[in-house]
Each structure stands twice: as structure tokens, then as C-alpha cells.
């Protein structure tokens, strides 16, 4: 069974910067992809970015340009980079590894999610 944990959320004003992380333990092996999805009520979880076992990144147009992703495969851990942040980035963040639809995370395994406010 795997086991993935967020860290980092909290909250933030506008165009500041936080750092997510997120470690997966258990019977994993190595991380072949990883995602990041948020989540605000009311609305359904949406994809923020993913990195494949090649590297290759992809971000939701929103984003691009102030977050960036990145994972050590061997390590099992992985990071988000929030930058200039805005008020709708406003969310729960949730880390999905190993997920056989990336750009949904079905199939993965999930974190218990944690939350990022942006607010003055």
C-alpha cells in the first residue's frame, strides 16, 4: 500500500510564494509520474501540473510561468513552487503519484490533500 503526504500549505497574501511538498511511502518502488490537483468547493478537482518519469512537465495555462514541479524519483518526494501567487489559486492541494491517467490521477494514489489560502 502506498502512502502520499502533502505538506506546506497555509496561508498567504497576494503575490507572495509557497512551497508544497509531498512524500509517498510504502510499496511504491520509484515515482514514475506526479500530479498536482486543487480543489475549492463546490467545483470538481482540477489538474494544476504533472511531471512525467521523462521529465517532461505540463501546467494548466493558469499557472504557468509561477509554478513550477519537480520530484526525485528515488526519493519518492516532490515539490510545487508557487510563485505570484493569486487569490484564485486559492484551493486544497493534493499530490496523486503513479497515476495511470495523468491528467486526471486515476489509478494513482492520493494525499489527504492540504490547504492554501491567498488572501489580504
Known amino acids: 500500500q502506498v502512502r502520499v503526504v502533502e505538506s506546506g500549505g497555509g496561508l498567504v497574501e497576494p503575490g507572495g510564494t509557497l512551497r508544497l511538498s509531498c512524500a509517498a511511502t510504502?510499496?511504491?518502488?520509484?515515482?514514475?509520474?506526479m500530479g498536482w490537483f486543487r480543489q475549492t468547493p463546490g467545483k470538481d478537482r482540477e489538474l494544476v501540473a504533472f511531471i512525467t518519469y521523462a521529465d517532461n512537465t505540463n501546467y494548466i495555462d493558469s499557472v504557468k510561468g509561477r509554478f513550477t514541479i519537480s520530484r526525485n524519483k528515488v526519493q519518492n518526494t516532490g515539490h510545487l513552487q508557487m510563485d505570484s501567487l493569486k487569490s484564485e489559486d486559492t484551493g486544497t492541494y493534493y499530490c496523486?503519484?503513479?497515476?495511470?491517467?495523468?491528467?486526471?490521477?486515476?489509478?494513482?494514489?492520493w494525499g489527504q490533500g492540504t490547504q492554501v489560502t491567498v488572501s489580504s
Open positions: 510504502g510499496n511504491i518502488g520509484v515515482t514514475h509520474t
Open positions: 496523486n503519484v503513479n497515476a495511470r491517467d495523468l491528467l486526471t490521477g486515476s489509478g494513482g494514489a
